[in-house]
């Protein structure tokens, strides 16, 4: 093999190499997070909470917990089996799951802040015991405006005043 043969080998090495290693996912500040986690509504807290609460409801979640006090309410989505032929002729089987939290607080007098989270959890389990789980954030902007309208709606319902109550 000579000299050129070599290092055009090393190079289509080195780039499979590149080509297969995980993509890293550039990482949002925090305020880059709450411009589309968080909303701000003209309402009282306990409409919100309550729009929160149904919305999460109508989405198919499971509530497993909301305190009012705290305004802080934990969801997840019915989990689901997602495996994958390659998973299934292994040995795998995956599970899934969107889990959700809200925290719902008055900011002002007449004013509530409302900010969601949502996480894709993922579990892999093999037949000889083992498992792990993954958890990616959900990072799309159009998932949480989606959500924040149906609360929108929700809370325009209860208060029935006529005007939107989306502050920003």
Not at 70 to 86: K, Q
Not at 151 to 159: C, H, N, P, S, W
Request: with cysteine.
């Amino acid at each position: 093999m000579n000299a050129l043969s070599k290092r055009s080998t090393a190079v289509c090495v080195a780039l499979l190499l590149v080509a297969c290693a995980a993509p890293k996912r550039v990482s949002e500040t925090p305020l880059q997070l709450q411009s589309f986690e968080a909303r701000e509504f003209e309402t009282s807290k306990t409409f919100a909470f309550g729009s929160v609460l149904t919305v999460f409801q109508d989405l198919g979640y499971i509530v497993a917990s909301a305190d009012r006090e705290t305004g802080f309410i934990t969801a997840a989505s019915p989990a689901g089996t997602r495996t994958n032929l390659w998973e299934a002729i292994s040995g795998i089987q995956t599970s899934g799951q969107t889990k959700a939290t809200a925290f719902v607080e008055d900011i002002r007098p007449g004013f509530v802040s409302i900010r969601l989270n949502f996480v894709n959890a993922r579990r892999r389990s093999t037949v000889y015991g083992q498992s792990n789980d993954v958890d990616e954030p959900v990072l799309d902007p159009k998932a949480y405006a989606a959500a924040f309208e149906r609360i929108a709606d929700g809370i325009f319902v209860r208060t029935g005043s006529g005007k939107s109550p989306v502050v920003r």
